[in-house]
């Protein structure tokens, strides 16, 4: 049936674009300067064209090398509707022995995306269908890049403006001094005592931070405390457990099912987060999705950059009866999500988004912006 779906060739282009000087605004990361994709298209020998996004890993053309000179060959001579394979392959070839590790997932997620796009496209339906799902009204909370460092006064008419646009959740950053993070925080619950508020501190809190922010998180009903540490801390989080009433989140910096397995077993953190641009694609994103069903965890996709990522995970979330929010990116500024091509997804005045219309993930990708973005060299923090 697919025999004509073959992969004839498959191509990564990082991309770039430097962020304006007045959306230059500190966070727990740091300061973003720019930001930064990798788009992976995948041509079929029957001519179908499916797109996919690898998360830049903080150095696109590294993980463009590695698709175009590694991964792309592993991938030959298998179907487009082989993901199964061609993930096995790409695996054993790169991750399970003497690869690239993270880098592998990453450049695979954005092959494995493709894959997916190109399949769907040729059977004319959309992704979430081949999933065994149906179209539906998914949760979203804003999030992405957004909510610096601001200060008070500018930063809520910020979150006032997110609530005017329909969003009934909303992702704050932490990682300023306590005090400014905790007062943010209990200003948005006093203006909005119904809004469901999440809290990430990108890996910038110790142990003391969190002792000290657990009863305002807890007295300002957070719906969860994100990556207070880095991914692989798992003794902090083990103890971090012992000390916050408020759920722990993780997940975005978690690769492959291996991964998510031992966040199980450590039993610290329970809201997961794998991201389907860095943790093996939809394929393993799946996968990871049934494993944690098992234990009755939610699955909250953290979003990458364009449209492709953001599409991928309504249709992940719309396949699985383990489902949570949708991470919108609610950023000011975003050219990579604005201008490659269709348009970005857009949250209802209820706070709820449904996939896109059209066969694949339902976005239309127009190469001729790819001159517009060429890939800059350096980091994307400061």
Same mark, same amino acid.
Not at 14 to 28: A, M, Q, T
Not at 70 to 83: P, R
Not at 277 to 287: A, D, I, M, W, Y
Not at 295 to 309: D, G, Q, Y
């Given at each position: 049936?697919?025999?004509?779906?073959?992969?004839?060739?498959?191509?990564?282009?990082?991309?770039?674009?430097?962020?304006?000087?007045?959306?230059?605004?500190?966070?727990?990361?740091?300061?973003?300067?720019?930001?930064?994709?990798?788009?992976?298209?995948?041509?079929?020998?029957?001519?179908?064209?499916?797109?996919?996004?690898?998360?830049?890993?903080?150095?696109?053309?590294?993980?463009?090398?590695?698709?175009?000179?590694?991964?792309?060959?592993?991938?030959?001579?298998?179907?487009?509707?082989?993901?199964?394979?061609?993930?096995?392959?790409?695996?054993?070839?790169?991750?399970?022995t003497h690869g690239l590790g993270?880098?592998?997932?990453? #450049?695979?997620?954005?092959?494995?995306?493709?894959?997916?796009?190109?399949?769907?496209?040729?059977?004319?339906?959309?992704?979430?269908?081949?999933?065994?799902?149906?179209?539906?009204?998914?949760? #979203?909370?804003?999030?992405?890049?957004?909510?610096g460092f601001k200060e008070l006064?500018?930063?809520?008419?910020?979150?006032?403006?997110?609530?005017?646009?329909?969003?009934?959740?909303?992702?704050?950053?932490?990682?300023?001094?306590?005090?400014?993070?905790?007062?943010?925080?209990?200003?948005?619950?006093?203006?909005?005592?119904?809004?469901?508020?999440?809290?990430?501190?990108?890996?910038?809190?110790?142990?003391?931070?969190?002792?000290?922010?657990?009863?305002?998180? #807890?007295?300002?009903?957070?719906?969860?405390?994100?990556?207070?540490?880095?991914?692989?801390?798992?003794?902090?989080?083990?103890?971090?457990?012992?000390?916050?009433?408020?759920?722990?989140?993780?997940?975005?910096?978690?690769?492959?099912?291996?991964?998510?397995?031992?966040?199980?077993?450590?039993?610290?953190?329970?809201?997961?987060?794998?991201?389907?641009?860095?943790?093996?694609?939809?394929?393993?994103?799946?996968?990871?999705?049934?494993?944690?069903?098992?234990?009755?965890?939610?699955?909250?996709?953290?979003?990458?950059?364009?449209?492709?990522?953001?599409?991928?995970?309504?249709?992940?979330?719309?396949?699985?009866?383990?489902?949570?929010?949708?991470?919108?990116?609610?950023?000011?500024?975003?050219?990579?999500?604005?201008?490659?091509?269709?348009?970005?997804?857009?949250?209802?005045?209820?706070?709820?988004?449904?996939?896109?219309?059209?066969?694949?993930?339902?976005?239309?990708?127009?190469?001729?912006?790819?001159?517009?973005?060429?890939?800059?060299?350096?980091? #994307?923090?400061?």
């Amino acid at each position: 049936m697919f025999k004509d779906l073959k992969i004839h060739t498959i191509e990564a282009i990082p991309l770039s674009y430097r962020l304006p000087e007045k959306h230059v605004i500190r966070r727990g990361i740091g300061r973003p300067i720019k930001r930064d994709c990798v788009i992976v298209k995948v041509t079929t020998e029957c001519g179908v064209v499916g797109y996919g996004e690898a998360h830049h890993g903080r150095s696109p053309t590294t993980v463009a090398t590695l698709v175009n000179t590694t991964m792309s060959f592993l991938a030959e001579g298998h179907s487009a509707a082989s993901t199964v394979a061609v993930w096995d392959a790409c695996y054993r070839g790169q991750i399970a022995t003497h690869g690239l590790g993270a880098g592998s997932y990453i #450049a695979l997620s954005g092959i494995d995306m493709a894959l997916w796009d190109a399949r769907a496209k040729y059977l004319g339906v959309p992704v979430y269908a081949l999933m065994g799902g149906t179209a539906k009204k998914v949760p #979203a909370y804003a999030g992405g890049v957004s909510l610096g460092f601001k200060e008070l006064p500018e930063y809520m008419e910020e979150i006032t403006a997110l609530y005017e646009k329909g969003y009934r959740a909303v992702k704050l950053r932490f990682g300023d001094a306590r005090h400014m993070d905790l007062k943010r925080l209990c200003a948005v619950r006093e203006k909005y005592p119904d809004i469901a508020i999440m809290v990430d501190a990108n890996s910038s809190y110790s142990l003391d931070d969190v002792r000290y922010a657990a009863p305002v998180l #807890a007295e300002n009903r957070v719906t969860w405390f994100e990556e207070p540490f880095p991914a692989q801390d798992y003794r902090s989080y083990r103890e971090a457990k012992a000390i916050v009433r408020t759920p722990l989140a993780a997940g975005e910096n978690h690769y492959g099912r291996f991964e998510f397995n031992r966040l199980i077993e450590d039993g610290s953190v329970t809201v997961m987060q794998p991201d389907l641009s860095k943790s093996g694609g939809p394929t393993e994103v799946l996968r990871i999705s049934h494993l944690l069903s098992t234990w009755k965890f939610k699955v909250n996709p953290h979003s990458s950059i364009t449209t492709l990522n953001h599409s991928a995970a309504i249709h992940l979330l719309c396949s699985i009866d383990n489902g949570g929010y949708f991470e919108a990116d609610a950023a000011e500024t975003n050219d990579l999500r604005d201008l490659l091509g269709s348009a970005p997804i857009q949250v209802d005045q209820e706070g709820f988004v449904v996939p896109p219309p059209g066969n694949g993930f339902g976005i239309e990708i127009d190469e001729t912006a790819f001159a517009r973005f060429p890939a800059i060299s350096g980091p #994307a923090y400061i």
